[in-house]
């Protein structure tokens, strides 16, 4: 039976293109691991990969549906979970490759089919903390449920109350409701590579591809999505409220007379796609399962013919 590879990392790492060599030379299909690609009208603002690339290797979990609908982690958690236990199955080779954390998360560890929302039973929650002090809340934590307030600052409202919210509403802790996610690791042969660059270099391909967004076309393709009604999820797309306020403006300079600048759009989307670069590497860095390659210097060809040859000596082995 042929692995699963996953390829990881921070945006603008290349991993798109090593994934595309890579599954060429394995004759395997992509799995996407990107929050963004899923939506099917960006194609500039997310970077999607090239028509060809598409076309050549089965990619999946790309174009899946509109901007105006919803799509949640527990949604791609089955459909992506059940479509590489298939390739396995099959004896196809899946390569996995995003930069989504929480997606990567899900594909390996699992995750419990959360309980519905009850907006009172927050809002109660919410209140008591206000009232008397998030400690009284922290406590009633400890007493119900005191694994996961081990692990919980007690300044941490937000999953103080998610924790609390859980158990009132299951009957169960939240700590034992984790323990029903049920992922790929340790039930199927997985090797996991992540791609990483001088954080100097890393900035400067950023830059890049943002200037690149711009004279292909981002502030037309930006235009377009906002006469729909955006999904919450697809409004976090680094790209669309930026060039948002710059619209907002050129509209009302012509009542003041101002020209706003392009280069202020461009300028907000490289520093927040920096952001988020930095809060990948901080999530990745912490998975010690990750074989780190530092692709610094190596043109695609090279970075997947070293994941390659990592493969074929580590046929065989267990995780």
Known sequence: MSKIIFIVGPTATGKSDVAYLLAKRLKAEIISCDSMLVYKEPKIITAKPAKKMLSDIPHHFINLISVTEKYSVYDYYQKATKKIKELYNQNIPAVVCGGTGLYFKVLLDGIFLQSKKDDSLRKKLYQQAKEGG???????????????????????????????????????????????????????????????????????????????????????????????????????IIGINEIKDYLKNKGDSLHTGTVPLVGEAKEKIKQNTRRFAKRQITWFKKDPRIEWIDAEGMAAEEVANMIRCKMQGAKGDKQ
């Open 134 to 236: 998030l400690g009284v809340l922290y406590k009633k934590l400890s007493r119900v449920d005191p694994k996961t307030s081990e692990k919980i600052s007690e300044n941490d409202q937000k999953r103080i109350i998610r924790a609390l919210e859980v158990y009132y509403l299951t009957g169960k802790p939240i700590s034992s409701k984790k323990k029903e996610a049920k992922g790929l690791w340790g039930k199927t042969p997985i090797k996991v590579f992540g791609l990483k660059l001088d954080r100097g270099k890393l900035y400067e391909r950023i830059e890049q591809r943002v200037d690149d967004m711009f004279s292909q076309g981002a502030i037309d393709e930006v235009k377009g999505l906002l006469d729909k009604k955006l999904s919450l999820t697809a409004e976090k």
